[in-house]
Protein backbone atom coordinates (compact mmCIF):
# COMPACT_ATOMS: atom_id res chain seq x y z
CA UNK A 1 0.00 0.00 0.00
CA UNK A 2 1.20 3.29 -0.75
CA UNK A 3 1.96 6.10 2.05
CA UNK A 4 0.28 9.35 1.90
CA UNK A 5 1.61 11.98 -0.13
CA UNK A 6 3.30 9.03 -2.14
CA UNK A 7 2.04 10.88 -5.83
CA UNK A 8 3.40 14.27 -4.37
CA UNK A 9 7.14 12.66 -4.23
CA UNK A 10 6.62 10.87 -7.45
CA UNK A 11 6.14 14.16 -8.82
CA UNK A 12 8.81 15.71 -6.87
CA UNK A 13 11.41 12.99 -7.94
CA UNK A 14 10.33 13.97 -11.53
CA UNK A 15 11.20 17.48 -11.00
CA UNK A 16 14.40 16.50 -9.54
CA UNK A 17 15.19 14.31 -12.99
CA UNK A 18 13.76 17.27 -15.04
CA UNK A 19 16.48 19.76 -12.88
CA UNK A 20 18.80 17.47 -13.47
CA UNK A 21 18.82 16.88 -17.17
CA UNK A 22 18.82 20.59 -17.41
CA UNK A 23 21.77 20.74 -15.35
CA UNK A 24 23.68 18.22 -17.55
CA UNK A 25 22.82 20.23 -20.65
CA UNK A 26 24.50 23.23 -18.65
CA UNK A 27 27.55 21.42 -17.85
CA UNK A 28 27.34 20.01 -22.27
CA UNK A 29 27.15 24.09 -22.53
CA UNK A 30 29.94 24.62 -19.96
CA UNK A 31 32.44 22.40 -21.41
CA UNK A 32 31.97 23.36 -25.08
CA UNK A 33 32.90 26.96 -23.98
CA UNK A 34 35.88 25.71 -22.36
CA UNK A 35 36.92 23.62 -25.21
CA UNK A 36 36.69 26.29 -27.76
CA UNK A 37 37.46 29.24 -25.62
CA UNK A 38 34.69 30.78 -25.42
CA UNK A 39 34.79 32.48 -22.08
CA UNK A 40 32.22 35.19 -23.05
CA UNK A 41 29.46 32.81 -21.83
CA UNK A 42 31.16 31.38 -19.01
CA UNK A 43 29.78 33.93 -16.63
CA UNK A 44 25.94 33.18 -18.76
CA UNK A 45 26.52 29.52 -17.92
CA UNK A 46 27.53 30.22 -13.92
CA UNK A 47 24.40 31.96 -13.44
CA UNK A 48 22.30 29.68 -14.93
CA UNK A 49 24.11 26.85 -12.91
CA UNK A 50 23.73 28.67 -9.75
CA UNK A 51 19.87 28.82 -10.35
CA UNK A 52 19.65 25.43 -11.14
CA UNK A 53 21.81 23.86 -8.45
CA UNK A 54 19.59 26.01 -5.82
CA UNK A 55 16.76 24.25 -7.44
CA UNK A 56 17.98 20.71 -7.18
CA UNK A 57 19.30 21.56 -3.61
CA UNK A 58 15.47 22.49 -2.95
CA UNK A 59 13.82 19.34 -4.80
CA UNK A 60 16.45 16.86 -2.61
CA UNK A 61 15.73 19.12 0.89
CA UNK A 62 11.98 18.03 -0.44
CA UNK A 63 12.93 14.41 -1.12
CA UNK A 64 14.81 14.49 2.32
CA UNK A 65 11.63 15.86 4.17
CA UNK A 66 9.41 12.83 2.88
CA UNK A 67 11.27 10.25 3.22
CA UNK A 68 12.25 11.63 6.71
CA UNK A 69 8.68 11.20 7.32
CA UNK A 70 8.30 7.78 6.09
CA UNK A 71 11.02 6.78 8.98
CA UNK A 72 12.85 6.04 5.88
CA UNK A 73 16.08 7.97 5.00
CA UNK A 74 18.24 7.43 1.23
CA UNK A 75 21.42 8.00 -0.40
CA UNK A 76 23.03 6.94 -3.39
CA UNK A 77 23.82 3.93 -2.07
CA UNK A 78 20.62 2.51 -0.89
CA UNK A 79 18.62 2.05 -4.12
CA UNK A 80 16.93 -0.62 -3.11
CA UNK A 81 14.60 0.60 -0.26
CA UNK A 82 11.32 -0.55 0.37
CA UNK A 83 9.90 2.62 -0.74
CA UNK A 84 11.05 1.96 -4.33
CA UNK A 85 10.79 -1.91 -4.46
CA UNK A 86 6.56 -1.46 -3.84
CA UNK A 87 6.58 0.81 -6.76
CA UNK A 88 8.10 0.49 -10.34
CA UNK A 89 7.28 3.76 -11.45
CA UNK A 90 9.59 4.91 -8.31
CA UNK A 91 11.70 2.78 -8.95
CA UNK A 92 12.57 3.17 -12.20
CA UNK A 93 12.48 7.53 -11.99
CA UNK A 94 15.26 6.85 -8.90
CA UNK A 95 17.40 4.43 -11.00
CA UNK A 96 17.33 7.20 -13.69
CA UNK A 97 17.74 10.02 -11.33
CA UNK A 98 21.10 8.41 -9.68
CA UNK A 99 22.19 7.46 -13.69
CA UNK A 100 21.88 11.05 -14.09
CA UNK A 101 23.53 12.24 -10.95
CA UNK A 102 26.34 9.91 -11.98
CA UNK A 103 26.41 11.63 -15.51
CA UNK A 104 26.89 15.48 -14.42
CA UNK A 105 29.32 14.45 -11.50
CA UNK A 106 31.44 12.84 -14.30
CA UNK A 107 31.44 16.03 -16.48
CA UNK A 108 31.46 18.34 -13.85
CA UNK A 109 34.83 16.67 -12.74
CA UNK A 110 36.22 16.96 -16.52
CA UNK A 111 35.20 20.98 -17.08
CA UNK A 112 36.79 21.41 -13.54
CA UNK A 113 40.30 19.54 -14.94
CA UNK A 114 39.77 21.69 -18.43
CA UNK A 115 39.64 24.86 -15.90
CA UNK A 116 42.48 24.17 -14.35
CA UNK A 117 44.45 22.78 -16.84
CA UNK A 118 43.54 26.05 -18.85
CA UNK A 119 44.62 28.34 -15.83
CA UNK A 120 48.19 26.29 -15.46
CA UNK A 121 48.77 27.11 -19.20
CA UNK A 122 47.69 30.53 -18.21
CA UNK A 123 49.83 30.66 -15.37
CA UNK A 124 52.80 29.33 -17.65
CA UNK A 125 52.29 31.55 -20.20
CA UNK A 126 52.35 34.68 -17.62
CA UNK A 127 55.63 33.84 -16.08
CA UNK A 128 57.15 33.21 -19.67
CA UNK A 129 55.79 36.79 -19.97
CA UNK A 130 57.38 38.38 -16.94
CA UNK A 131 60.44 36.97 -17.15
CA UNK A 132 60.98 38.74 -20.87
CA UNK A 133 59.62 41.41 -19.48
CA UNK A 134 62.35 41.63 -17.06
CA UNK A 135 65.45 40.80 -19.70
CA UNK A 136 64.02 43.41 -22.24
CA UNK A 137 66.05 46.32 -23.32
CA UNK A 138 65.67 49.47 -24.08
CA UNK A 139 67.89 52.48 -25.69
CA UNK A 140 68.18 55.47 -23.26
CA UNK A 141 68.49 59.10 -24.66
CA UNK A 142 72.11 58.59 -25.39
CA UNK A 143 71.77 55.64 -27.57
CA UNK A 144 72.97 53.30 -24.72
CA UNK A 145 70.90 50.22 -23.43
CA UNK A 146 68.50 50.11 -20.60
CA UNK A 147 67.42 46.99 -18.49
CA UNK A 148 63.74 47.61 -17.85
CA UNK A 149 62.44 45.83 -14.24
CA UNK A 150 59.46 44.14 -14.11
Known sequence: MK??????FVVNLQLEQDAIKTFIEILEKEQNALVQGNIEN??????????????LADLGDKRDQYLAGQGLSLDTECDNNQLFLEDTLTN???????????????????????ISTRLHQSQQALAVLKSAAGNVSLYGPQGQTMAISG
Request: proline share 2%.
Open 92 to 114: TIWTELLQLAKTAKQLNQTNGTI
Open 3 to 8: KPHHAE
Open 42 to 55: LDYLASQKTQIIKK
